[in-house]
């Protein structure tokens, strides 16, 4: 996570992860390809509900903070190798939980993304891994919360662990 080893990752550091900009075209998009609901791609349907105008899937604005996620990760990764750092390797996420979408996202929106780091632990079952947890969150430009998950990754310790008997 962000190129560094599980002892590196304290527990309440906020990780920026910067923004992605919502557009008519990606929302269609995104839409069209995954979540093929009119309030998501027809302005005029969308006019006709809840929110008044069309609005991004949820799931989109989670894929707009994977964008960023990834990017942070990379940029962070590339700048501890040109600086000869050793990197851990990359783990995978067993998954997120408590995903929340308490107000919309349109087209012209721009969310920033950030993830606060919440615990961490070594893994018994994978020796010189732990996993760590994170609260993951979108905001608008007027600092308004429109998205937020528990999420878990898996972190390469810097030692190895020996498995307890």
């Known amino acids: 996570m962000i190129g560094l080893f599980l002892e590196e990752l304290e527990v309440g550091r906020v990780i920026p992860q910067g923004s ?6 990606n929302i269609r998009a995104y839409s069209t390809a995954f979540t093929p609901v009119g309030f998501h791609m027809n302005q005029e349907e969308a006019g006709k509900g809840l929110f008044g105008k069309t609005a991004a899937a949820g799931f989109h604005t ?4 994977m964008t960023c996620f990834v990017a942070t990760n990379t940029r962070a990764r590339a700048t501890g190798a040109a600086e ?3 990197l851990p390797g990359i783990g995978p996420s067993p998954g997120v939980a408590d995903i ?3 107000r919309p996202v349109h087209a012209g929106d721009e969310i920033s993304y950030r993830s606060t780091v919440t615990a961490k632990r070594l893994l018994a079952s994978r020796p010189g ?4 947890t994170f609260f993951a969150e979108g905001h608008n430009t007027a600092g308004e919360l429109v998205m ?3 999420g878990r ?4 310790s810097k030692g190895e662990r020996q498995p307890t008997a």
Not at 62 to 65: A, E, F, L
């Open 84 to 86: 000869g750092k050793p």
């Open 62 to 65: 989670c894929s707009g903070w």
């Open 20 to 25: 992605y900009a919502f557009t008519a075209e």
């Open 148 to 150: 937020s998950f528990e």
């Open 129 to 132: 891994w732990g996993m760590v």
């Open 100 to 102: 929340k979408w308490p």
């Open 153 to 156: 990754v898996l972190v390469q």
